[in-house]
């Protein structure tokens, strides 16, 4: 498969992830979240993906939303940068959904990139080229060696009310068929709390930017 396009995987709940509905999928297996572990912040935005060549939600043909015009915009001006068959994938945060953001860092938040051989960059690499491409990151909450800590650093550093869950991951690169068992997400309880009637109107509520 090609690194250029190809729809962000499906990623599974942790098991003991309160928002997890009937038509999610959880990883048993945690053996595979060994080694250093990276925690960030699961944002309430948009899934987007930048290539060199297109822009792209989580379904390939799905054009450019409303909420999605500055992310667009910002694409258009990092497009160059981006190394043939590379996905930088990340949340578009323009839009206000269920959470209201008042200082965010930019409108396009990078979580994973993926280059050519369709692997996903170990975080440090993935922070190296978002800085490089001037894309702010996710937040990071916790890094380190113990699963359990890694557990409770979403809980010690943010406030349920105003954050939607975090994501655990290896710090290291994994391979696509890798995926599904070193990058896992907790969500909250209900985490979608936003009508789907306001991706039909012109005048959604937008996020706080620093």
């Given at each position: ?9 499906r ?12 038509d ?9 979240l ?8 699961k944002l ?8 060199r060549d297109?822009m ?5 043909d ?11 915009a910002?694409?258009a ?9 590379w996905?930088?994938c990340?949340e578009?945060?323009?839009?206000r ?5 008042t200082e ?5 938040m990078?979580f994973?990139?993926?280059d050519?051989t ?14 490089r ?16 800590e890694a557990?409770?650093a979403?809980?010690?550093r943010c406030?349920p ?5 975090f994501?655990v ?10 995926f ?5 997400k907790w969500v909250r ?11 039909h109107r012109?005048d959604?509520?937008?996020?706080g930017?620093?």
């Amino acid at each position: 498969m090609s690194g250029q396009v190809g729809k962000y995987p499906r990623t599974f709940h942790l098991p003991d992830s309160p928002g997890a509905t009937n038509d999610d999928r959880i990883q048993h297996d945690l053996s595979w979240l060994d080694g250093e572990l990276v925690v960030t912040e699961k944002l309430d935005g948009g899934n987007l993906t930048f290539t060199r060549d297109t822009m792209y939600a989580r379904s390939l043909d799905s054009g450019t939303q409303p909420w999605d015009v500055p992310a667009k915009a910002l694409w258009a001006m990092t497009a160059y940068r981006i190394p043939d068959d590379w996905r930088v994938c990340g949340e578009s945060m323009w839009a206000r959904r269920s959470i209201a953001y008042t200082e965010l860092p930019g409108v396009f938040m990078v979580f994973g990139i993926w280059d050519e051989t369709n692997t996903l960059l170990g975080w440090d690499d993935t922070v190296d080229w978002a800085t490089r491409l001037e894309l702010p990151v996710v937040p990071v909450l916790y890094r380190g060696l113990s699963l359990s800590e890694a557990r409770a650093a979403w809980a010690l550093r943010c406030d349920p009310g105003e954050s939607e869950g975090f994501v655990v991951r290896s710090a290291g690169r994994i391979p696509a068929d890798e995926f599904t068992l070193k990058l896992l997400k907790w969500v909250r309880p209900e985490h979608v709390r936003t009508e789907a009637s306001w991706r039909h109107r012109d005048d959604f509520a937008v996020n706080g930017f620093a």
